[in-house]
């Protein structure tokens, strides 16, 4: 395995090499072009010139032969990184998913995407994947949508699509309405405009509600009652039949603003069906991911950290709970002390954009820690587009001893989802920045067993379900 000695040699080399390399051909450029100019003159009058011209054609040799020679070191060296990136990669790899795509069938599920930034729309995403599966439908991929504070974006910019092509059956926007029949389908739509899904008020059952009187149905209530803020009682309850038309219909559309909802908290699976649930989350964990250039990204960072290091999500500029967005510096250092260790790396993720705040942080943390923030590392990925970059740093997130993120953040929570996948991730815990560890774990409402779950944190039955 190279060390890093060895690392930080071979990028010496390769950087010396470039500027020998240059130089080398210049001078290279200059000693032919005065050969030309030695042939052009009559050596028979200069014995000098002809002996200086041998010697010329000598050294242009040994210098196009070590030439050669650094071309093949600086190949050897590219090879080397590229394959500790890939090693990087596969060890982060949690996805087992199949490429190949399934077959279309002839009913549709579309969707508009939560308004909102990326991790919003990847829940709607998740959601409606999960509708296509247990409803055996074809999944629509809406066409490039808001993804503030960022231009419209695509999923396919994002996900890998061959894989989610292997999991259900997916057609873009634009291959859909060219189907032969389009004008057809829509005139067989049922608008799905459950308002009720994004306020955690309502559940889907598969395959059918328990009857009211069973069993079933109280053990039903019990499983839904710490899902929900109005308990078990007074949400709404569906399934494929209590919905007119809902399997008949040739299309099922989602609009805009509806889907917003951890996928595995809002399906409710029968006992007889739960084999279906496991099938569910382990389909979303393997064919709904990022694409593989995304983690080589981010790998090329984690490559130049420590072996060992943690991570933080410190989120400030546009968090909408102010709670958690004005959290002070010396509140987090405090709220964390216990839970980093004194000299180790500490890599920050974070939004906030002003100097004064900056070097407040640093001037706090950065007597006790080694502080990296993703601009130190830009040049390593100087290509990225900027609506990759949280994405690239929430995959570094994930790779740390231990995660610190920020409350209510869906950006924080898909870091534990990710750590929840990854079987080289020990410590599956998670932190936030507004509560101190230890203690304040004990008292924290989102920790407790009555509490409500809802989109604002994730929930280890995500990855703990999953059945491989």
Known sequence: MLTKNTIFLGLSILVLVSVFYNTLTQHLATLKRQFVEAEKTDFTEDQSIQRD?????????????????????????????????????????????????????????????????????????????????????????????????????????????????????????????????????????????????GTSESVFVFPKIPHENSSEYRNFLEWRAPRSPVGAWGIQIRDTYTIPRWNESSIVEFPPAILFCHFYIYFYFTPESQIKFHHLTKSVRDHVHYKEKIFAMAAKIIDHLPERFSTMHYRRGDLQFPENRNVKPVTVFNNTLLLLQEGECLYVATDEETEVFKNEFLTIFGKRYRIEVFATYAYLVKDIPNYLIPLVEQIVCSQGRVFIGTRQSTFSGYITRLRGYMKNIENKDFYWTTVNFPDGYKTEESFKPSHHKTWNREYPEAWESIQD
């Open 53 to 197: 011209l041998e010697k010329l054609k000598s050294n242009t040799k040994n210098l196009e032969t070590e030439l050669a020679n650094l071309k093949q070191r600086l190949n050897r060296l590219e090879t080397q990184n590229t394959s500790k990136i890939d090693a990087i990669v596969e060890k982060m790899r949690y996805w087992s998913g199949k490429k190949g795509s399934l077959d279309h069938v002839t009913r549709y599920l579309l969707f508009s995407s939560w308004p909102g930034g990326h991790n919003n729309r990847r829940m709607s995403l998740e959601l409606a994947y999960s509708f296509a599966y247990v409803m055996n439908r074809t999944l629509v991929l809406p066409p490039a949508e808001s993804n503030s504070p960022f231009p419209p974006l695509a999923f396919t910019e994002v996900y890998d699509l061959d894989d989610m092509k292997a999991g259900v059956p997916v057609l873009e926007i634009n291959e859909f309405k060219a189907l032969p029949n389009y004008e057809t389908l829509i005139q067989d739509k049922i608008v799905a405009n459950f308002t009720d899904i």
